[in-house]
Protein backbone atom coordinates (compact mmCIF):
# COMPACT_ATOMS: atom_id res chain seq x y z
CA UNK A 1 0.00 0.00 0.00
CA UNK A 2 0.96 3.21 -0.66
CA UNK A 3 0.54 5.04 2.33
CA UNK A 4 2.91 2.64 4.44
CA UNK A 5 5.30 2.96 1.47
CA UNK A 6 5.30 6.42 2.38
CA UNK A 7 5.53 6.29 6.21
CA UNK A 8 8.65 3.76 6.03
CA UNK A 9 10.03 6.54 4.10
CA UNK A 10 9.52 9.22 6.25
CA UNK A 11 10.30 7.44 9.49
CA UNK A 12 13.35 5.77 7.88
CA UNK A 13 11.65 1.95 8.04
CA UNK A 14 13.23 0.23 5.14
CA UNK A 15 10.42 1.29 2.30
CA UNK A 16 10.12 -1.58 -0.31
CA UNK A 17 11.03 1.75 -2.79
CA UNK A 18 11.30 4.76 -3.27
CA UNK A 19 7.95 6.75 -3.26
CA UNK A 20 7.10 9.76 -5.27
CA UNK A 21 4.65 12.19 -5.87
CA UNK A 22 3.78 13.28 -9.48
CA UNK A 23 4.12 17.14 -8.67
CA UNK A 24 2.70 17.90 -12.33
CA UNK A 25 1.44 21.50 -12.71
CA UNK A 26 -2.60 21.27 -14.48
CA UNK A 27 -1.67 22.94 -17.51
CA UNK A 28 0.49 20.04 -18.49
CA UNK A 29 -1.73 17.69 -18.38
CA UNK A 30 -3.86 19.36 -20.64
CA UNK A 31 -0.82 20.31 -22.73
CA UNK A 32 -0.14 16.78 -23.40
CA UNK A 33 -3.65 15.51 -22.70
CA UNK A 34 -4.26 11.03 -22.82
CA UNK A 35 -0.78 10.77 -24.25
CA UNK A 36 0.44 11.68 -20.55
CA UNK A 37 -2.61 10.30 -18.21
CA UNK A 38 -2.51 6.99 -19.37
CA UNK A 39 1.29 6.58 -19.60
CA UNK A 40 0.76 7.53 -15.92
CA UNK A 41 -1.38 4.65 -15.25
CA UNK A 42 1.06 2.37 -15.11
CA UNK A 43 3.02 4.24 -12.42
CA UNK A 44 0.85 5.19 -10.00
CA UNK A 45 1.32 8.13 -7.42
CA UNK A 46 1.70 7.36 -3.96
CA UNK A 47 1.14 10.51 -2.61
CA UNK A 48 -2.86 12.35 -3.42
CA UNK A 49 -2.15 15.98 -2.31
CA UNK A 50 -5.20 18.09 -1.08
CA UNK A 51 -5.88 21.10 -1.14
CA UNK A 52 -8.51 23.68 0.67
CA UNK A 53 -11.89 25.64 -0.99
CA UNK A 54 -13.18 28.57 -0.86
CA UNK A 55 -16.38 28.26 1.94
CA UNK A 56 -19.65 27.65 0.73
CA UNK A 57 -20.74 30.83 1.03
CA UNK A 58 -17.95 32.65 0.20
CA UNK A 59 -18.81 35.27 -3.02
CA UNK A 60 -15.92 36.76 -5.04
CA UNK A 61 -15.19 40.24 -4.92
CA UNK A 62 -16.71 42.52 -7.90
CA UNK A 63 -12.15 43.25 -8.54
CA UNK A 64 -11.27 39.52 -8.31
CA UNK A 65 -10.09 39.89 -4.66
CA UNK A 66 -9.96 36.02 -3.01
CA UNK A 67 -11.09 35.43 0.23
CA UNK A 68 -8.20 37.03 1.59
CA UNK A 69 -8.43 40.19 -0.04
CA UNK A 70 -5.63 39.79 -2.21
CA UNK A 71 -5.54 40.44 -5.97
CA UNK A 72 -3.65 38.55 -8.02
CA UNK A 73 -2.35 39.54 -11.81
CA UNK A 74 -0.68 36.95 -14.27
CA UNK A 75 2.35 37.31 -14.96
CA UNK A 76 4.07 37.54 -18.30
CA UNK A 77 4.22 34.49 -20.30
CA UNK A 78 0.74 32.67 -18.69
CA UNK A 79 2.74 31.20 -15.98
CA UNK A 80 2.39 32.38 -12.11
CA UNK A 81 1.05 35.63 -10.72
CA UNK A 82 1.94 37.77 -8.39
CA UNK A 83 -0.44 39.95 -6.01
CA UNK A 84 -1.04 43.84 -6.84
CA UNK A 85 -3.29 44.44 -4.04
CA UNK A 86 -2.44 43.86 -0.27
CA UNK A 87 -4.91 44.41 2.21
CA UNK A 88 -2.90 44.95 4.74
CA UNK A 89 -0.10 47.15 3.26
CA UNK A 90 -0.92 49.68 5.92
CA UNK A 91 -1.05 48.44 9.60
CA UNK A 92 -3.56 50.29 10.28
CA UNK A 93 -5.81 47.89 8.70
CA UNK A 94 -5.01 45.39 10.52
CA UNK A 95 -7.43 46.42 13.55
CA UNK A 96 -10.49 45.92 11.38
CA UNK A 97 -9.32 42.87 9.43
CA UNK A 98 -11.26 39.71 9.13
CA UNK A 99 -9.16 36.48 8.72
CA UNK A 100 -10.73 33.80 6.89
CA UNK A 101 -12.96 31.46 9.23
CA UNK A 102 -10.27 27.81 8.79
CA UNK A 103 -13.31 25.35 9.93
CA UNK A 104 -15.58 27.50 7.27
CA UNK A 105 -18.43 25.17 5.84
CA UNK A 106 -16.98 23.77 2.45
CA UNK A 107 -13.55 24.11 3.01
CA UNK A 108 -12.61 20.79 3.00
CA UNK A 109 -15.48 18.95 1.02
CA UNK A 110 -13.39 18.81 -2.19
CA UNK A 111 -10.77 17.27 -0.52
CA UNK A 112 -12.91 14.46 1.37
CA UNK A 113 -14.33 13.66 -2.76
CA UNK A 114 -10.58 13.02 -3.91
CA UNK A 115 -10.20 11.18 -0.84
CA UNK A 116 -12.57 8.43 -1.46
CA UNK A 117 -11.90 8.16 -4.91
CA UNK A 118 -8.07 7.43 -3.53
CA UNK A 119 -7.82 4.65 -1.33
CA UNK A 120 -4.86 2.99 -0.18
CA UNK A 121 -3.00 6.48 -1.06
CA UNK A 122 -0.48 8.62 1.64
CA UNK A 123 -2.99 11.81 1.94
CA UNK A 124 -1.45 15.14 2.58
CA UNK A 125 -3.36 18.12 3.40
CA UNK A 126 -2.04 21.45 2.02
CA UNK A 127 -1.54 24.16 4.71
CA UNK A 128 -0.14 27.11 1.76
CA UNK A 129 1.72 30.38 1.86
CA UNK A 130 1.51 29.25 5.44
CA UNK A 131 3.39 32.22 7.54
CA UNK A 132 5.54 34.59 5.64
CA UNK A 133 4.47 33.78 2.03
CA UNK A 134 0.51 34.52 3.73
CA UNK A 135 2.03 37.74 5.79
CA UNK A 136 3.82 39.36 2.77
CA UNK A 137 0.24 38.60 0.11
CA UNK A 138 -1.32 40.87 2.90
CA UNK A 139 1.23 43.20 3.80
CA UNK A 140 3.47 43.38 0.62
CA UNK A 141 6.87 41.94 -0.15
CA UNK A 142 9.36 44.64 0.52
CA UNK A 143 7.22 46.26 3.39
CA UNK A 144 7.27 42.79 5.26
CA UNK A 145 11.03 42.36 4.35
CA UNK A 146 11.35 46.31 6.16
CA UNK A 147 8.78 45.77 9.00
CA UNK A 148 10.85 42.59 10.20
CA UNK A 149 13.55 45.09 11.54
CA UNK A 150 11.46 48.17 11.64
CA UNK A 151 8.06 47.39 13.33
CA UNK A 152 8.49 43.97 15.10
CA UNK A 153 5.77 44.03 16.98
CA UNK A 154 3.18 44.52 14.03
CA UNK A 155 4.92 41.96 12.43
CA UNK A 156 4.78 39.57 15.23
CA UNK A 157 1.17 40.33 16.05
CA UNK A 158 0.35 39.04 12.13
CA UNK A 159 2.18 36.39 12.22
CA UNK A 160 0.14 35.27 15.51
CA UNK A 161 -2.73 35.95 13.60
CA UNK A 162 -2.02 33.78 10.66
CA UNK A 163 -0.68 30.69 12.70
CA UNK A 164 -3.95 31.05 14.87
CA UNK A 165 -5.47 30.43 10.81
CA UNK A 166 -3.08 27.76 9.94
CA UNK A 167 -3.75 25.49 13.19
CA UNK A 168 -7.09 25.74 12.31
CA UNK A 169 -6.43 24.06 9.09
CA UNK A 170 -4.35 21.50 10.87
CA UNK A 171 -7.08 20.47 13.31
CA UNK A 172 -9.55 20.70 9.91
CA UNK A 173 -7.13 17.87 7.97
CA UNK A 174 -6.63 15.89 11.27
CA UNK A 175 -10.30 14.75 11.31
CA UNK A 176 -10.46 14.71 7.54
CA UNK A 177 -8.30 11.60 8.53
CA UNK A 178 -5.20 12.51 6.48
CA UNK A 179 -1.58 11.56 6.92
CA UNK A 180 0.33 14.54 6.99
CA UNK A 181 0.45 18.25 6.70
CA UNK A 182 2.06 20.29 3.79
CA UNK A 183 3.16 23.57 4.56
CA UNK A 184 4.45 25.80 1.74
CA UNK A 185 6.52 28.77 2.36
CA UNK A 186 9.62 29.79 0.34
CA UNK A 187 12.47 31.12 2.60
CA UNK A 188 15.27 30.87 -0.13
CA UNK A 189 16.56 32.58 -3.26
CA UNK A 190 19.08 31.11 -5.62
CA UNK A 191 21.66 31.37 -3.71
CA UNK A 192 20.97 32.13 0.12
CA UNK A 193 17.60 32.81 2.03
CA UNK A 194 15.58 35.76 1.83
CA UNK A 195 16.21 37.24 5.10
CA UNK A 196 19.26 36.73 7.54
CA UNK A 197 19.29 33.43 9.79
CA UNK A 198 19.24 35.04 12.98
CA UNK A 199 15.67 36.62 11.68
CA UNK A 200 14.18 33.56 10.61
CA UNK A 201 14.87 31.85 13.98
CA UNK A 202 13.28 34.66 16.41
CA UNK A 203 10.58 35.09 14.22
CA UNK A 204 9.37 32.28 12.18
CA UNK A 205 11.10 28.98 13.91
CA UNK A 206 9.23 29.41 17.18
CA UNK A 207 6.04 29.34 15.12
CA UNK A 208 6.82 26.49 12.87
CA UNK A 209 8.07 24.79 16.08
CA UNK A 210 3.99 25.27 16.67
CA UNK A 211 2.72 23.69 13.83
CA UNK A 212 5.12 20.91 14.03
CA UNK A 213 3.81 20.24 17.53
CA UNK A 214 0.12 20.21 16.39
CA UNK A 215 1.02 18.10 13.37
CA UNK A 216 2.59 15.51 15.90
CA UNK A 217 -0.34 15.38 18.65
CA UNK A 218 -2.68 14.42 16.14
CA UNK A 219 -0.44 11.79 14.73
CA UNK A 220 0.51 13.34 11.48
CA UNK A 221 3.56 14.04 9.38
CA UNK A 222 4.87 17.59 8.84
CA UNK A 223 6.37 18.05 5.74
CA UNK A 224 7.83 21.63 4.39
CA UNK A 225 7.88 22.89 0.68
CA UNK A 226 10.43 25.80 0.26
CA UNK A 227 11.92 26.93 -2.73
CA UNK A 228 15.56 28.31 -2.81
CA UNK A 229 18.93 27.92 -1.05
CA UNK A 230 17.81 27.09 2.91
CA UNK A 231 20.92 25.41 3.84
CA UNK A 232 21.56 27.30 6.35
CA UNK A 233 18.42 26.58 8.38
CA UNK A 234 18.17 22.42 7.72
CA UNK A 235 19.99 22.48 11.16
CA UNK A 236 16.96 23.82 12.58
CA UNK A 237 14.58 22.40 10.81
CA UNK A 238 15.53 19.38 11.82
CA UNK A 239 15.60 20.51 15.98
CA UNK A 240 12.18 21.45 15.75
CA UNK A 241 11.02 18.03 14.04
CA UNK A 242 10.22 18.95 10.18
CA UNK A 243 9.75 15.40 9.37
CA UNK A 244 10.21 16.06 5.43
CA UNK A 245 11.87 18.72 3.48
CA UNK A 246 10.74 19.24 -0.05
CA UNK A 247 12.56 21.60 -2.91
CA UNK A 248 15.94 20.39 -3.17
CA UNK A 249 16.32 22.88 -5.95
CA UNK A 250 19.67 21.90 -7.18
CA UNK A 251 21.03 24.90 -8.83
CA UNK A 252 19.98 26.48 -5.38
CA UNK A 253 21.90 23.85 -3.05
CA UNK A 254 24.24 21.18 -4.00
CA UNK A 255 22.59 17.79 -2.92
CA UNK A 256 25.43 15.70 -2.49
CA UNK A 257 25.95 17.98 0.24
CA UNK A 258 23.11 18.11 1.81
CA UNK A 259 22.27 14.64 1.74
CA UNK A 260 26.50 14.17 3.23
CA UNK A 261 25.87 16.17 5.71
CA UNK A 262 22.01 15.52 7.03
CA UNK A 263 21.21 12.52 5.30
CA UNK A 264 19.59 10.22 7.88
CA UNK A 265 18.17 13.31 10.12
CA UNK A 266 15.36 14.40 8.15
CA UNK A 267 13.69 12.56 4.91
CA UNK A 268 14.06 14.50 1.59
CA UNK A 269 11.54 14.86 -0.78
CA UNK A 270 12.76 16.52 -4.44
CA UNK A 271 15.80 17.46 -5.50
CA UNK A 272 14.67 16.93 -9.62
CA UNK A 273 15.67 19.67 -11.56
CA UNK A 274 13.15 21.04 -12.85
CA UNK A 275 14.41 24.36 -13.99
CA UNK A 276 16.94 23.38 -16.48
CA UNK A 277 17.34 19.39 -17.01
CA UNK A 278 13.64 18.57 -16.93
CA UNK A 279 12.71 21.22 -19.40
CA UNK A 280 15.89 21.35 -21.45
CA UNK A 281 17.94 18.16 -21.05
CA UNK A 282 17.34 14.80 -22.78
CA UNK A 283 15.94 11.45 -21.18
CA UNK A 284 19.59 10.40 -20.43
CA UNK A 285 20.67 13.25 -18.30
CA UNK A 286 17.10 13.45 -16.64
CA UNK A 287 17.93 9.23 -15.80
CA UNK A 288 20.98 10.15 -14.14
CA UNK A 289 19.73 13.01 -12.58
CA UNK A 290 16.93 10.73 -10.98
CA UNK A 291 19.55 8.09 -10.10
CA UNK A 292 21.80 10.98 -8.64
CA UNK A 293 18.88 12.26 -6.02
CA UNK A 294 18.38 8.57 -4.88
CA UNK A 295 21.70 8.07 -4.11
CA UNK A 296 22.63 11.47 -2.42
CA UNK A 297 19.35 12.19 -0.59
CA UNK A 298 18.28 8.51 0.63
CA UNK A 299 19.61 6.07 2.63
CA UNK A 300 19.59 1.98 2.67
CA UNK A 301 16.54 2.49 5.19
CA UNK A 302 14.69 5.14 3.52
CA UNK A 303 14.58 8.80 4.05
CA UNK A 304 13.69 10.17 0.25
CA UNK A 305 10.33 10.79 -1.41
CA UNK A 306 10.97 11.38 -5.21
CA UNK A 307 9.39 14.28 -6.75
CA UNK A 308 10.47 17.39 -8.41
CA UNK A 309 12.15 20.53 -6.88
CA UNK A 310 8.84 22.85 -8.51
CA UNK A 311 6.19 21.63 -10.66
CA UNK A 312 6.54 19.98 -13.86
CA UNK A 313 5.93 22.98 -16.22
CA UNK A 314 4.33 22.75 -19.89
CA UNK A 315 7.47 23.82 -21.32
CA UNK A 316 8.74 19.83 -20.57
CA UNK A 317 9.13 17.57 -23.14
CA UNK A 318 6.80 14.83 -22.71
CA UNK A 319 9.60 12.15 -23.64
CA UNK A 320 11.47 13.75 -20.08
CA UNK A 321 8.31 13.02 -17.72
CA UNK A 322 8.53 9.84 -19.00
CA UNK A 323 11.95 9.25 -17.82
CA UNK A 324 11.26 10.60 -14.74
CA UNK A 325 8.54 8.00 -13.80
CA UNK A 326 10.66 4.98 -15.70
CA UNK A 327 13.65 6.02 -13.67
CA UNK A 328 12.21 6.03 -10.28
CA UNK A 329 11.17 2.50 -10.90
CA UNK A 330 13.90 1.67 -12.39
CA UNK A 331 16.67 2.88 -9.49
CA UNK A 332 14.25 3.26 -6.60
CA UNK A 333 14.86 0.01 -5.36
CA UNK A 334 17.33 0.83 -2.46
CA UNK A 335 20.56 -1.70 -1.71
CA UNK A 336 20.53 -3.52 1.91
Excluded at 202 to 221: A, D, M, T
Excluded at 286 to 291: A, E, F, G, K, S
Aim: with cysteine.
Amino acid sequence: MSRELVRKAVEFDSPERVPFLYWIDSRTFQKYGEALTDFLKDFPEDICQLHITTPKDWQPAPDGSDEWGCKRRAATGGLGSRIEKHPLERWEALSDYVFPDPYAPGRFDRAAEQMKVSPGRYFLGTVGNTIFERMHFLHGFENTLEDLYLNRDRIEELADRILEFDIGLIHGWAKLGVDGIFFMDDYGLQNQLVMPPKLFRQIFKPRYRQLIEVCHKSGLHAFLHSCGNVYEIIPDLIEIGLDVLQGLQPHAMDIEQVGRRFGGQICFMGGLDAQCTLPFGTPEEVRQMVRKCIQHLGTSKGGYIGSPSTEILPDTPLENIKAVFRSWWEFGYPER
